[in-house]
């Protein structure tokens, strides 16, 4: 079986972070191990207190499972300090794992910062030379770029001027723009627009997370990337569609095997 490792902080609502990446891998068909980074209390409407992990235990985690297990695609959301940046980013260069996609995770839904603005310069620096896929919402896009996203245009230079950091790819998710959620693909010679279809709903809490743990468990599957990322949208969407009406805030999405299975979806490989 086909593996995939997220890096990742803990909602302990179970809609993003480490919880919904584990979901997403197993629906994805993959299975799934974890490295975390952080520990959030968490439920759909707010981000109460957040727990750094000790730096020692976060390179342990990632040593122990890449010591022993092969890691077909590595996840990493939020990474939370500078010194998690750099622990997570001296491991990936000493293990070199295959298929990295770097979801870089700044602010949740209710405004809680995930990351520390002083880490802003280390991720830039560090971590997106070596995403195999950087997978950017447009605020992120924006924070990375220094320069505001309004059009599709302005989302193909920021894809250009992220590339130029280093990923070898950058998935600029354009769900935050207004009309149907495009996201723009770029790999550094080519340009490829990924459909969407707004479904109106609050549930969203997760989306993000969700999406880049569908493209990692794809591309750990040896699905070219183009494919990984069609399929992973197409997942997202149906996962947005059945998502959960739980809490009094921003529900889940629902990682809905049967349904994912039903509509053709579901591949082992
Ligand atoms: N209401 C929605 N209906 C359909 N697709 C959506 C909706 N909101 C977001 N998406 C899609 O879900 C994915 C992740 O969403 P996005 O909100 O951009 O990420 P993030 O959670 O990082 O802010 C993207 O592919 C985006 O286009
Ligand atoms: C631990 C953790 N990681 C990531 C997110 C972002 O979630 P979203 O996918 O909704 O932007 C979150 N709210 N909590």
């Known amino acids: 079986m086909k593996t995939a490792l997220t890096i990742a ?6 809609g993003a972070g480490i919880q919904a990446d584990l979901k997403s891998f197993a629906a994805n068909g993959v299975y799934g191990m974890s490295v975390i980074t952080a520990i959030t209390a968490q439920n759909t409407v707010e981000v109460r207190s957040v727990q750094d ?14 010591d022993d297990i092969q890691v077909d695609a590595v996840k990493i959301g939020m990474l939370s300090s500078e010194g998690t940046v750099e622990v997570v980013a001296k491991e990936l260069i000493h293990y070199q794992p295959r298929n ?10 209710g405004g ?3 990351l520390r603005e002083q880490a802003m310069e280390a991720l830039i620096l560090k971590m997106l030379p070596l995403a195999t896929l950087i997978t950017p919402n447009i605020p992120e896009a924006e924070v990375i770029t220094n320069r ?15 590339h130029a950091l280093g ?3 950058v998935l600029l998710k354009g769900g935050h723009l207004e009309g149907e959620p495009e996201d723009l693909l770029y790999d550094g010679n080519d340009f490829y627009w ?13 989306t993000g997370c969700t999406l880049s743990s569908a493209i990692a468990a794809n591309l750990a599957k040896d699905m070219p990337l183009l494919e990984a990322v069609k399929e992973a949208k197409k997942y997202i969407l149906i996962a947005i569609e059945n998502s959960l009406e739980l809490g009094n805030g921003h529900g889940p999405t629902h990682h809905f ?12 490989r």
């Open 9 to 14: 902080g803990s909602d302990s609502g179970g």
């Open 53 to 66: 992990i000790d730096l020692p235990i976060v390179k342990d985690q990632i040593s122990a499972v890449l």
């Open 100 to 109: 990295i996609v770097l979801d870089p995770v700044m602010i949740s839904k």
């Open 112 to 114: 809680h910062h995930l």
């Open 148 to 162: 505001s996203i309004k059009t599709k245009e302005d989302m193909k230079a920021a894809c250009i001027e992220i």
């Open 167 to 169: 990923p070898a790819a």
């Open 194 to 206: 990924i459909a969407g279809k707004r479904i109106h709903t609050k549930n969203t809490h997760g």
């Open 257 to 268: 095997y049967d349904l994912y299975e039903k509509a053709g979806l579901y591949r082992s």
